[in-house]
């Protein structure tokens, strides 16, 4: 199975789908663009939260950086007066010095990842979008500023004028990525902001024309038409689009079977489920009626 995975929402279902696919059965393409070089090392968020939540090692409360994790040396960086925008934890910044040694001998994204997941005794497959250089610019009222110092430096406050991913135009989706859609038959959107996460996975060239001949069944991150967190309404409503889940369909083009969750006032054609995860219950029974779907049973 192949799933598009943005950070938090997709995760979660990953948190349940892993428990019900076996490891070399299951393979996540993820999103690229909100990564950003800090402190000297590369942090790739959504990569990041894949990985650990693959591992049982991520933090389920806030569903990003690892579990019981110490912020010694961020704490000690604000403290020498250095404004490090990411609060990093100890191990968290110990993988990002593992990729970022790998990043600066030549080796490609794609090769780190799987080096990284290899080290963590990882079966599933995890691929970035591309290994190319992708960054997510927000024009706000308060100018225009890398996703991350809109969302966490400036907690997403700002009014939002438009999206845009820089270098995209220019980008090649990765080799694994290409192979995965060239094997797999059915592709999972998960549950990810469709402008900022699940967005610039399918604007790379190409990637919507070989879904043209897929099954792509897509998860809407909206409960009851309000998105569980994120910035996905002012994303949404700057391209154009309503904040809900008609808004969610237009985005993403071509999908076969839309879940929408059961409250939903969606009115297009959709398969309803429970898709609000709060807890592992919620996803393992998530996880179990989206592979029912794909079954068709």
């Known amino acids: ?37 800090l402190s000297g090392n590369y942090v790739c968020p959504d990569i990041d939260s894949v990985i650990y939540t693959l591992a049982d ?50 080796v490609k994204l794609s090769l780190a990842t799987e080096a990284l997941t290899k080290g963590l005794g990882l079966g599933q497959k995890v691929v970035p979008m591309t290994d190319d ?7 706000t009222s308060e100018g225009v500023m890398h996703f991350q110092d809109f969302w966490v430096a400036r907690r997403g406050r700002p009014e939002v004028k438009s999206v845009k991913i820089r270098g995209i135009e220019k ?13 797999e038959d059915t592709v999972i959107i998960g549950p990810s902001n469709p402008v900022s996460s699940i967005g610039p996975i399918l604007s790379l ?12 069944i897509a998860i809407s991150p909206f409960v009851g038409d309000k998105p569980v ?20 369909a237009s985005l993403l083009g071509k999908v076969d079977t839309l879940v929408v969750d059961k409250n939903s006032s ?15 219950r919620d ?5 179990e009626s989206l592979l029912k779907l794909v079954d068709g049973v």
């Open 133 to 139: 250089s992708v960054s997510t610019f927000v024009s």
């Open 1 to 37: 199975m192949l799933v598009l995975s943005g950070g938090t929402g997709t995760p979660k279902l990953l948190w349940g789908l892993k428990e019900m696919i076996s490891p070399e059965d299951l393979s996540v393409v993820v999103n690229t663009a909100e990564d950003l070089w």
């Open 229 to 248: 967190s994120g910035p996905a309404p002012k994303f949404m409503a700057a391209s154009g689009v309503s904040a809900d889940d008609r808004g969610v």
């Open 283 to 287: 996803s393992l029974k998530l996880a």
């Open 57 to 106: 090692m991520i933090d389920t409360k806030r569903w990003w950086g690892i579990k019981g994790d110490r912020t010694l040396t961020h704490d000690f960086l604000l403290m020498l007066g250095v404004e490090e925008k990411l609060a990093l934890g100890e191990k968290d910044r110990a993988v990002h010095i593992f990729r970022s040694d790998l990043l600066r001998q030549g």
């Open 205 to 216: 060239p190409g990637v919507r024309e070989r879904l043209e001949d897929k099954r792509v």
């Open 171 to 183: 980008a090649l989706p990765s080799q694994g990525f290409l192979d995965l859609l060239e094997k």
């Open 266 to 280: 969606y009115g297009g054609n959709c398969v309803r489920m429970s898709t609000l995860m709060r807890t592992k």
